[in-house]
């Protein structure tokens, strides 16, 4: 991999390059899906390539191959210098990285138990039995239950010196009941929505869940909320359990300070931006008890790594400090427009896509009330949980969500479970 790296760098230098980077990545995944007792899909998959970032002229160029061999990663590089000298005669400016990053080092996110060494008869028996239990309650008609793991080897490399060597492992599950009774259909899922509920960590994540033991009481809420009341219209206070308020503060709070959304570079992932530069310092986003970071070391949590795909090193970085927006996710190149560092969050999809700012892990900091506290505060609201649906304007502004399940807050505490919930703002 070194000698695979040092050629492709020094073939963009002869280029002309002024700068240029290498990512080698060998990924491999597996996905299990049991549905309704019976084997759904079973996927596995391998792959590998490199991918050769440039300046060229004062412009970026790009380019990847899936062969892994000294010839090809000459080739790469001198298509990718020739990419960034065409991108050169329509550039507005040039591209300025600031100050070198030159790091060596090895990191690998924690691993108690491989995945990839659990035997697949074990992964299939735990679902068909998390399955199993859901499909002991009556009313149930579809029970879905899955699996995911991916483990991504990753060496970059940069002319400025970097030789970086990763090893990433994430490993995900969770279960679904569906309950179909009076003409409609109500959906109960553990522990998040949407698949499965992942993080950079082995096997015993998914051990962890207990899928099994929570299989009846999730297929039992979806059968309640068949004939549960209709969550009410009205202005009340809110509480969101910690799978939802993590969701609104990824959309309301983690997208709108990705820098390139903000400087209108990037808007087909996500939309665009409402946290124009001079909000910086100066923007409420909530009163003083909101403090938001992104924090890229924190052991186990999906969005977590040792460096980025520039060879930033992980940091945990203040964006709402006591309400008020005070910074960005950044790049090199866009916090260098700032005067400032980069904050390591440029990462890629794989090795044949080139990185994009792209958030950490994105935390609310917490006081020091329990749950059970916030509800015993609460006169009269709602508590809602586990999220169903959600739509964003594309500056990330405006929002609505729905929630599986919702319970009624009458003097301080939690009365009857309510269906069909929706929050806006």
Same mark, same amino acid.
């Given at each position: 991999? *070194? ?13 002309? &390059?002024?700068? &240029? ?26 792959? %590998? ?160 869940? %207990? ?36 969701? %609104? ?66 940091? *945990? ?109």
């Amino acid at each position: 991999m *070194r000698e695979l790296a040092e050629r492709a760098l020094n073939t963009a230098q002869l280029h002309g &390059a002024r700068y &240029a980077d290498v990512r080698i990545i060998h990924r491999k995944t597996q996905s299990i899906q049991v549905k309704n007792g019976r084997v759904e899909a079973l996927v596995q998959d391998q792959d %590998q390539g490199l991918g050769v970032r440039v300046i060229v002229d004062g412009a970026w160029g790009f380019a990847s191959s899936s062969h892994l061999d000294l010839d090809e990663a000459v080739h790469v590089a001198a298509r990718a210098a020739q990419i960034a000298h065409a991108s050169s005669l329509v550039k507005a400016n040039d591209v300025q990285l600031g100050s070198p990053e030159t790091h060596v080092a090895r990191y690998r996110s924690p691993l108690g138990i491989d995945p990839f060494s659990i035997p697949l008869e074990d992964k299939i028996d735990l679902l068909l039995h998390a399955d199993l239990e859901m499909r002991r309650v009556k009313g149930v008609v579809l029970t879905d239950s899955g699996m995911d793991f991916s483990y991504e080897s990753k060496v970059f490399a940069s002319s400025e010196g970097s030789f970086i060597e990763q090893k990433l492992t994430e490993s995900g599950a969770g279960i679904e009941a569906t309950a179909v009774g009076d003409g409609e259909m109500q959906t109960r899922s553990y522990p998040n929505s949407f698949g499965r509920h992942p993080g950079k960590a082995g096997y015993e994540l998914v051990t962890g869940m %207990q899928l099994a033991e929570n299989g009846q009481r999730i297929a039992e809420e979806a059968v309640a909320l068949l004939s549960a009341p209709q969550c009410p219209s009205t202005t009340t206070n809110l509480i969101l359990d910690g799978t939802q308020l993590a969701l %609104q503060v990824h959309e309301s709070c983690g997208h709108p300070t990705e820098l390139d959304r903000v400087l209108g570079d990037e808007a087909s992932y996500a939309g665009t931006s409402f946290l124009t530069l001079d909000k910086r310092g100066a923007f409420r986003y909530g009163s003083p008890l909101v403090n938001i970071y992104a924090d890229a070391t924190i052991p186990g949590a999906l969005g977590s790594f040792g460096f980025d795909d520039e060879g930033v090193p992980a940091q *945990r970085t203040p964006l709402i400090r006591e309400g008020i927006l005070v910074g960005y996710l950044t790049s090199r190149e866009t916090a260098a427009m700032l005067g400032l560092r980069s904050n390591g969050t440029m990462r890629a999809e794989s090795w044949n896509r080139t990185p994009i700012i792209r958030m950490t892990n994105i935390n609310l900091e917490p006081g020091t009330w329990e749950l059970e506290d916030l509800i015993a505060d609460t006169g009269d609201g709602i508590y809602m949980a586990v999220n169903k649906s959600w739509s964003i304007d594309d500056k990330r502004l405006n929002f609505q969500f729905g929630t599986q399940l919702a319970y009624e807050i009458k003097h301080g505490k939690l009365g009857r479970m309510l269906k069909n919930a929706t929050y806006a703002g």
